[in-house]
């Protein structure tokens, strides 16, 4: 005998209820599956973020605070690396490109930065997705994602302004775009690179090479402090060389990747304890799902024994029930899977949004293993109430 049509019988004469238990199963689910897709997603784009960024260099202090300022341009406070010390850093062997990299002022909530030309094409290797990079003072190249097209001016202003201020520039000067980087997917597709040198001269801490000299990059005869230096080495030697050397007492060096990972241990211990929660609140879900199927069963306990009565097995009632309740456990993992995704995009772009990363949460074979073991327990689980059903006493049930 087949006990699918009597559990599909029961699924269709009370459809709202199953669909409630169902959803509350997907629910469940979808947040397990959404922590794990956006933690993917935050450590990726973490990763991809420091990508381009072999060695940094700057005054002592905090490695966190030095990378968090240079590599994600976060406001930090960071010390000025020495300018004698940047000059003596610059004329280093070993290095195939280096940049200093200067804060301070903003453009509607873009990050100005001031850099070398080498920096812009990460020495030659970046194509510029539009126009060329800047070559004379107060030209600029802006991120993909700042609202500047080829050829506009803009005014700088101090500080970290918002979107909305008005700018509290520097006597009306203005920057003029001549380029547009590629799209990168972290903070620097919102910042506006301009020459280093401009930033030292707004400042009015000269422009690094004495006399009246306005070319641009190294060297510099007298160039001011900075808040780090990115160097490019040639080699694996020459960056172990190099961030031995600058570990002193006027410098401390640093590889991105390296204060990283203490970031991301931090994220994986984070996301282990939402990660947790969320899946206590499923077994907490599961529980009130079997009571109320227990509940639901103990309500039709008379149809139960109506069919043992006229020959139906104990299995056949216990399958009939188990197949209930699979059902619904069924269809509620199978909806929580794409609604964990599609809640892990959306939390994504949330985060990718306050942290100026791409944050692209996307499916992957990890996220079946915690859903595929929870529907196997809860399978198991189902077959309690199922096989408690199939031992009951007809007679009794037939009385009430």
Known sequence: MNPWPVARAALRRRPWTSAALALLVALAVGLGVAVGAVERAVRQGSIGAVAGFDLVVGAPGSPTQLVLASVFLRPEAVPLLAGETLARLMAEPGIRWASPIGFGDSWRGHP????????VTRGGRWTLAEGQPFGAPFEAVVGAAVPLATGAEFEPGHGHSSADEAPRGHDHTDYTVVGRLPPQGNAWDRAILVPIESVWELHGLGEGHGGDET???????????VPAVVVAPTGIADAYRLRSQYRSGTSVAVFPAEVLVPLLRALGD???LVA????GGFALVLAAVFLALSANFLARRRDFAV???IGAPPGFIAGAAWLEAAAILGAGVATGLPLGWALGVGAGMLAGGSLDLSVVAAPAWEDLLAPAAALLVGLLAAALPALAMGRRTVETDLRR
């Open 307 to 309: 069919l043992r009565a």
């Open 112 to 119: 100005i930065v001031g850099v070398t030309e080498a920096f």
């Open 270 to 272: 984070v996301r282990g």
């Open 215 to 225: 070319r641009l990059g190294p060297p510099w005869i007298a160039p001011p402090g």
């Open 276 to 279: 947790g929660m969320a899946w």
